[in-house]
């Protein structure tokens, strides 16, 4: 499983499942006032994950979360599940795919 989410105004974390059970490895990606993609997956199968701090003037400074299909036509291989708790300002995005599924950021290199 992935997990993906904002933290203040500036930092992305995606926590990645370990082969180890019950242990997640976080890395933060820094993005202040830009957008910051990811693909989950493969180049013809998965989803950009896309975060955004502040996308739209009546959010009151909350993270978005997009998602689009990777290639046309060719369904998304995992379960995924947004939510938003209570008092928070970021929603979590899980996205249940196996523990070696590539996770790259968009215009950088792999996790």
């Not at 904002?6 to 490895?25: K, L, Q």
């Not at 290639?71 to 996205?95: M, Q, R």
């Not at 249940?96 to 996790?111: K, M, Y």
């Amino acid at each position: 499983m992935i997990k993906i989410y904002g933290y203040s105004d500036d930092t992305v974390f995606v926590e990645r499942e370990s082969i180890e059970p019950a242990y997640y490895h976080a890395v933060d990606f820094g993005c202040y006032d830009e957008p910051i993609t990811f693909r989950i997956g493969t180049d013809k199968s998965g989803v950009f994950v896309t975060m955004r701090y502040g996308a739209h003037t009546h959010s009151g400074g909350t993270w978005s979360t997009e998602l689009e299909m990777i290639e046309e036509g060719v369904p998304v291989p995992w379960g995924i599940f947004w939510k938003v708790e209570e008092g928070k300002y970021t929603g979590l995005l899980s996205i249940n795919c196996p523990a070696d599924t590539p996770v790259v950021r968009i215009g950088e290199g792999s996790e």
